[in-house]
């Protein structure tokens, strides 16, 4: 099946650093998603971008879609201990089915 | 009210048997889904049905056998169960989303997680 690398894979951060996974295709995606898992939890729908190049913004999180959409990051201000969890993209394919990237475990260290 | 609701939320049974993983939505959306979580937190789809209609079967074997009764309805069943079945098992539902507008956000349920021993 069809899966997408998202790097780093963990990633540990003292609070109130900056953190960035990122989201890499080979193939050209048509949108994509992004989700958050908390520890036990399921996954949650954060936001979804469609157009090249866009950006947009959730309080402390940013989210930018690459021009040639194929890359997608997710950037986290100040990061806090709530921030703790799994964040995963998840591309659209052209069968318009989401297959989710490998995702990124962040812990924050308080 | 529960939006995505399974059932049972743990499951632990021993190796050969089958067992069943029920799933309802109440959201009225008509594309449900089965999703696999590994013990390394990859998320595999496995089943997409669209209004009781099997869309997408991924490489799994046919020991797994969704069913849809309706379309507010996706059940699990697995029979001959293995150790490498021990995950935890995703159930989500979304309306159709197109490459264009977007759309379609998946809402998770709660997830069960079958133990094989």
């Known amino acids: 099946g069809q899966q997408v690398m998202q790097i780093p894979q963990y990633q540990h951060v003292q609070e109130g650093e900056d953190f960035t996974t990122y989201c890499n295709s080979s193939t050209t995606l048509s949108n994509i998603q992004w989700y958050k898992q908390r520890p036990g939890g399921h996954p949650v729908f954060l936001i979804q971008?469609?157009?090249?190049?866009e950006v947009k913004k959730q309080k402390r999180l940013t989210f930018q879609f690459g021009e040639a959409k194929k890359n997608s990051s997710l950037h986290i201000t100040a990061t806090q201990t709530t921030d703790v969890g799994t964040y995963f993209c998840?591309?659209?394919?052209?069968?318009?089915?989401?297959?989710f990237g490998t995702g990124t475990s962040l812990t924050v260290i308080p | 009210d529960t939006a995505v609701s399974q059932t049972p939320k743990y499951l632990v049974t021993q190796m050969g048997n089958d067992k069943s993983i029920k799933c309802e939505q109440n959201?009225?959306?008509?594309?449900m889904y089965w999703y696999k979580q590994d013990s390394k937190k990859f998320l595999k789809i496995m089943f997409s049905?669209?209004?009781?209609?099997?869309?997408i079967n991924e490489t799994v074997p046919n020991r797994f056998s969704p069913k849809s009764p309706d379309k507010a309805h996706l059940n699990l069943h697995i029979n001959s169960l293995e150790l490498g079945d021990s995950a935890v098992y995703f159930c989500?539902?979304?309306?159709?989303?197109?490459?264009?507008?977007?759309?379609?956000?998946?809402?998770f349920g709660e997830g069960s997680r079958l133990t094989v021993l």
């Open positions: 971008l469609v157009k090249s190049g």
């Open positions: 998840a591309p659209l394919t052209l069968a318009n089915q989401f297959y």
């Open positions: 049905y669209n209004n009781k209609e099997l869309i």
């Open positions: 989500a539902s979304s309306l159709p989303g197109t490459s264009v507008v977007g759309g379609g956000e998946l809402f």
């Open positions: 959201l009225g959306h008509d594309t």
